[in-house]
């Protein structure tokens, strides 16, 4: 090994014939954004559409909270009430949480660490994203066609008979779809044919492992949910009879089909996160990432399973003892992959230089949050228990610990960690760390006392309820007021950066994968001269320690 | 989207009225007091929820360890240690938690064995359940009646046959740790054994439409002397007031959650006004307009009337908006001395002004 050669001569790079141009300035006007085809300047569009997602869905769940401050219901009458938490699932689902990292920081990043100068097909990636837009603007309009009640998983038959605009949400979510599978099918491409020269398999980023184990399941499993969302608006328009048990059809029928996607979809969500930790926890302690094959082995273990354990949300529908058997045990087996992934994590911590900025408190927050969203993912794993705990609020607390407290706050974590790639500027770190402190309390103070109620029996998507659980819904409401203040603080902070952030370092954080020995931000091509990989992934010994104290010009 | 911020006051209330007393809470705070048999549910909970307390301390206490320890004091220090890898430490922490999950895997399986294999002592007593929105109808094995209560002995193992009219529903008893999805073309059976005397919660646990939240019923077990008084087939009808009251009871469970009876629009037609009384005590209907087989007619409203819309609803249908496009599902199976309380109950609103 010759551990002294640079994989690229970075220096080389700050040099001034760049000119101070990148791929922010280089060109300007409203088509040199709408129509490029640049992966960076789509992956910022992408950032821009599914933070507006976000904060609306956002909106959605502090509606429902607020209503539920009273066993009576505060705001709403009950059909309101199913619209407003319909809303708030399917925005957050279909409209942020998955194409959410893969869209903006995948579109961002990955690139950058293949050492190549964009995706390998830069047009299917623009169109992509405005199938994404489309869509947003679909589920738009459903809202303003009378909007939908059916709740995210529209389960039939009731979603064949509400006289509300399932049909249109249903075309959303199926142009969606083709999205999120043109964005998988390019990272693909990309990872097979457009490695750096010595960017073998194993010296690829986690990161990059996880986007490809993502890709793979958004091009296997989407085309179930898009077939199903037609056959939905067929049965509505044409009473065909394949949900509706009034003309024969099977509507539990209906729950395979659409777990058969979305359980994967949940893999689809949280493996990009699980590159994002891997990433940073390795950066943020300066130290190999501690089993890295295991991990990147656990990640395509994960996504084959994942196909494979879909009837555990359907353990009360009544199948049968050799289903149950088959879907259970499979269950408890994904969890050992994933609590491999924990544990290396943490051990990649031990004994490492640990930087407590906020990349880094967003990282440990998640480790914590994941921990007890892993964990009690174990508990309904159980086939008796799972039976009282089913559509309760212990499963919603449960996925909002994994979707929310792990998913959204990874992407917020590589938000922090790229945005002074991205943009070259910094944010005010004080105000992030106090964001992020405020941000954990408010999301546990939220959902804690839902694993409480929902043990005790409170039943999932009640507009009103009886007075038993009305404390425990008055801390959730309490919860979502700071987490609120949390997240407010966060959008505030990263807007004014970009008006009077202070520079941000070449290499703000001292990563050593190449996103981050390109300039910064990086020019239109990424890499003024190819890069050329001579050395393991992570190796700080090659940090160059000059590039962390230059500024970006 | 602002439409559905201003409040509309004017709907028919959305919440449960009369719910059991507050379900009582087991030692430890997390499930409702056990009241069946079915105490593996229990077990397997609180052995799970031990392990992942002592996985998660585990976890954050090296994180916590790590941070203090490990804390970067300069800009540029590295890492105290490059290890990349520890075989037998990965292989421990792959093998000890699939040992456990095994444990865990076998033991929730033979407990839902246990939930899903019905006894024969359960099936000899057989009741059914039929849900419909947002109601739930029980039949007794003696083929008798009541809506949205149901009386259980105690001590004696029961079955229940779950069945949809329309949508899906769950049938869900948690002081029971009994659930089930009720699905439209299918009878599925549950069945428990209760062995605690009280008033339990039964939630509809599957999303089911408008007033999904408000589809509640009681479970009442009871002892065998109790349960030999057939406390379900209490029906007062000695005189017109009891009549009424006894109506008002049936209206309470069965009708309440689309109907009022204050002229507040709800998802079907307010009983308001639907008598005026006379001087000399009897009763005149209201003039309404109503669709025949999609014409319009008008007709005045009584007994007949009364009864044929709640045996076959969509016989005549209100033609006023929203009502006109019909959607309530028939009720045909009410015996006749019930229905005669609820005309009763509906001539003592005129009264009641």
Redesign the interface.
Known sequence: MTTNVPVIDTHAHHAPEAGGTNYLNNRSGFWSWAGTLDHKRIGLMYLVGVSIAFLCGGLFAL?VRLHLWE???M??????Y???FTLHGAFMVFLFVIPAIPGSLGNMVLPLMLGAKDVALPRLNLLSFYLWLTGAVLATLA??LG?F???WTF?T??SL??QQAVVTIGLAIFVLGFSSIFTGLNFIVTVHKLRAPGLTWFRMPLFVWALYATSLLQVLATPVLGITVLLVAFERLYHIGIFD??LGG???LFEHFFWFYSHPAVYIMVLPAFGIISELVSVH??????????IAFSSLAIAIISFLVWGHH?????QS?YA??AF??LT??V??PT??K???W??T????????NSPMLYT?AF??IF??GG??G??L????????L???YFVVAHFHYVMMGSIALAFFAGLHHWWPKMFGVMYDEFLAKIACAIIFIGFNATFLPQF?MG???M??????????YAPYHAASTVGVIILTVGIGMMVFYLVASLFQGKKAMQNQWGGVTLDWLCPTPPPLENFDVPPKVVHEVYD??TLD?QS?QTPVR | ?FA??T??PA?T????EN??P??A?DTY????KLAST?D??DG??YF??I??IF??VV??G??AV??VL???KT????????????TP??VV??VI??II??V??A??????????NVPEAASRNLYKATAKQWNWTFTYPNGQQSFGEVWVEVDKPVAFATEST???H?F?L??M?????V????S?VVWFEPKEVGDY?L????????????M?AQLHVVSAEEFAKKPWDKWDDSTPAAAAKSGESLYKQLCASCHSVNGIPGVGPSWKGLFTKNADGTFTGRQREVLVGGQKQTITVDDAYIIESIKTPMAKIVAEEPYNRGGMSAFDNIEDRKIAGLIQYMKSLAEAK
């Open positions: 509606l066993p009576k219901g705001l709403f009458d009950n059909a309101q199913n619209q407003i809202i303003v909007g009640d059916t709740g389960y038959p009731y008979y509400t048990p009034r099977d509507p539990v302690s300066r130290k190999p990432l501690f089993g890295y094959k295991l359907m353990f009360t529908s009544g003892t149950m058997f259970s045990f408890f087996f969890a050992i609590a491999i924990e544990f290396s943490v051990a911590i031990w004994k490492g230089s640990i930087a407590l440990l480790l914590i921990a007890i964990l009690t174990v508990i794993g159980a086939l008796n228990v799972d039976i009282h089913h559509d309760t409480i043990s005790r029996g039943p999932r998507r009640y507009a009103t309820y009886v007075p038993d700080y010994s320690y962390m | 989207m559905l911020l409040q509309d709907r209330p959305g919440h449960i719910p059991a507050p379900l809470v705070g997390q499930l409702p079915f593996h549910v397997l909970f799970t929820y392990v992942c996985f998660f976890i954050v090296v994180i790590s941070v490990y804390r970067r800009w540029d220090q590295p890492a105290l240690s490059n290890v990349t890898h520890n430490l990965e922490w792959t938690p699939l999950v095994m865990m895997f033991w929730g399986f033979k407990g839902s064995l246990d939930m899903t329309d949508v899906l769950a869900y948690p002081q740790r009994v659930k089930r999805d699905i439209p073309g299918r599925q919660h939630f509809c646990a599957e999303y089911c439409g408008n007033d999904h939240s408000k509640y």
